[in-house]
C-alpha cells in the first residue's frame, strides 16, 4: 500500500468526518486537492455505481477510500485501473471491514468501466 495514498486517506477522512483538515505535502496533497476540486463530479460517479446507496449512509473512511480512488480513476490515466483498485480495496480492508473492501471493489469497478472504457 502506498504511503501517499495512506496520508491523503487520513486526511480525506478527517475533512469528512470533521469538516477540516490540514492538507498533507507531495502526492498525497494533490490526492487531496484533487478531490476536493471535483467533488461534485466524483460523488455524482459514486452514486450512479454505489446501486441502493448514498454518500450519506456510507462510513467516512469507505467515502474517503472511493473518493481517493475515483479522482485518480479519473485524472491519473498513467497508473493502471488494478493497482488504483487495489490499492483502495487494500486500505478499506485496513481501515474499514473485510466486508467493505468487496463493496469498494465493485464501486470501482462500475466507475472503472465507466472511466477507463
Not at 456510507?58 to 497508473?79: G, K
Request: net charge negative.
Amino acid at each position: 500500500m502506498s504511503e501517499p495514498r495512506e496520508k491523503a486517506l487520513i486526511a480525506l477522512y478527517e475533512r469528512h468526518a470533521r469538516g477540516v483538515s490540514e492538507i498533507p505535502d507531495g502526492r498525497a496533497g494533490m490526492l487531496v486537492e484533487g478531490v476536493v476540486d471535483h467533488i461534485d463530479q466524483i460523488d455524482e460517479l459514486i452514486e450512479n455505481a454505489a446501486s441502493n446507496w448514498s454518500l450519506k449512509r456510507l462510513a467516512a473512511v469507505d467515502a474517503a477510500i472511493l473518493r481517493m480512488a475515483t479522482f485518480e480513476l479519473l485524472t491519473r490515466a498513467e497508473t493502471p485501473t488494478a493497482v488504483i483498485i487495489n490499492e483502495a480495496v487494500e486500505l478499506a480492508k485496513r481501515y474499514s471491514t473485510e466486508q467493505s473492501g468487496s463493496f469498494v471493489n465493485g464501486v470501482l469497478a462500475a466507475i472503472a468501466r465507466f472511466t477507463r472504457s
